[in-house]
């Protein structure tokens, strides 16, 4: 249908009926050029004529539009529509001179992906009605996943939405670390303690090697796939790592997320392709200074770590992301711009990307971000413009 009466009309359709078919003659070559490479420079440790800036949750129900075009619908099936995701997508970018967009999707589509039923939960959050409970259970799963033929949809999703940009800003794409999903599949949902999944750690340190192992060879193939499709920079999320101790994240953490980066960067270099890669291991300070030696370009931090002491346990082995308390952004504009000065002056303006400690909340008020990503870049040309 979208072949012949136009992408409007079958966005409109979609966002009506997110399960119909998606059919489009979109393909993942023959990009538009970029326009905006601030953010790609700033991964690399590269000059950039301000600080990029983006936020986590940037699509999301902060944005009436976003709550206009998600009312009524089931959450998942809107990550199956690659027109709605792309539509998603791109709604911050209307508003906000963000320097990245990062495609909208979940990070419980692998679950998905091995056979586990994931629901969104009104008031209660992502749900596995049978969440795992033993080891025996790991026989259910299907530990060899198809990614191009089970997350599909993620990768239309990204093809689309790298057209629809037309070049303006890079797109990235992202999963869920191996530990932090492990976690949703043995909690069944969200959880303050984590306490059932690290009773496994402790009760079942074998099965749980081999579910996180598990885990990462079907993230490294879903990776690839995603930068096949058009993503120009990977971010890894370790929500879940402050719930670990410094010895279980060296255990059951860390060698995963190493092994993800090393075998990406690994096969993209066989192509001769140099994507970016981001770890965000939120509350993971302990870790900082084996997280800088991990394969990736970028460490992202949450709000609990100055911006003076990441870059000197760094040691300027990586940029790093960050770190805004997301609260910060209920206080008047004038205080959000100072709060920022600070924070700019911490990080410096070189290998560093502004965003928040975590991602944006339902109820912040857009025109705060707006005063956040502004901030960020008036600052920091005048940081740069006293050098």
């Known amino acids: 249908m979208c072949r012949y009466v136009g992408y409007g009309f079958c966005l409109y359709q979609f966002l009506k009926h997110p399960s119909l078919p998606f059919h489009f003659n979109f393909s993942p070559k023959d990009f538009p050029k970029l326009k905006n490479d601030a953010f790609l420079l700033a991964c690399r440790g590269q000059e950039t004529p301000h600080v990029p800036v983006w936020c986590m949750r940037q699509a999301g129900r902060y944005l009436p539009e976003f709550r206009e075009s998600r009312a009524g619908k089931d959450f998942f099936a809107t990550c199956r529509s690659p027109a709605a995701c792309c539509e998603l997508t791109l709604q911050p970018l209307r508003r906000f001179p963000f320097d990245a967009a990062i495609i909208f999707s979940d990070i ?31 026989l259910l799963l299907q530990s060899k996943v198809d990614v191009n033929k089970e997350l599909d949809y993620v990768f239309k999703a990204i093809t689309l ?32 303690t984590q306490s059932k999944a690290k009773r496994w750690l402790y009760r079942h340190p074998e099965a749980s090697h081999q579910l996180l192992k598990m885990l990462t060879d079907i993230i490294v193939e879903y990776l690839l796939g995603q930068v096949a499709a058009g993503a120009q920079a990977l971010q ?65 931090l949450d709000w609990t770590i100055d911006p003076r002491s990441a870059r000197e346990r760094t040691g300027g082995k990586v940029s790093l992301q960050g770190n805004m308390d997301p609260c910060a952004l209920y206080a008047p504009k004038e205080r959000i711009y100072e709060i920022v000065k600070k924070m700019l002056e911490g990080f410096g303006t070189r290998g560093y990307i502004a965003n928040l400690g975590h991602g944006l909340y339902p109820d912040m008020d857009p025109e705060n971000v707006g005063a956040f990503v502004e901030a960020v870049h008036a600052h920091s040309r005048h940081l740069l413009n006293l050098k």
Do not use: N
């Not at 932090?180 to 069944?188: D, H, P, V």
């Not at 997320?257 to 001769?272: F, H, N, P, T, Y």
């Open 108 to 138: 419980l589509v692998i679950p998905q992906a091995m056979g586990m039923d994931v629901q969104m939960v009104a008031g209660k959050g992502p749900t596995f009605p049978e969440p795992l409970k033993e080891p025996e259970d790991l």
């Open 236 to 300: 890894v999320f370790e929500s879940h790592a402050g719930c670990l101790g410094p010895a279980e994240f060296q255990e059951f953490s860390l060698p995963y997320l190493r092994d993800i980066a090393r075998k990406v960067k690994d096969q993209l270099k066989e192509s001769g392709q140099d994507v970016p890669m981001i770890v965000f291991a939120k509350d993971g300070h302990y870790g900082l200074e084996d997280l800088s030696q991990s394969h990736y370009e970028v460490v992202g």
């Open 161 to 192: 939405t790298r057209h629809k940009l037309e070049g303006k800003v890079p797109l990235i794409g992202f999963t869920g670390a191996p530990w932090t999903l492990m976690a949703y599949m043995i909690e069944g949902g969200g959880s303050t």
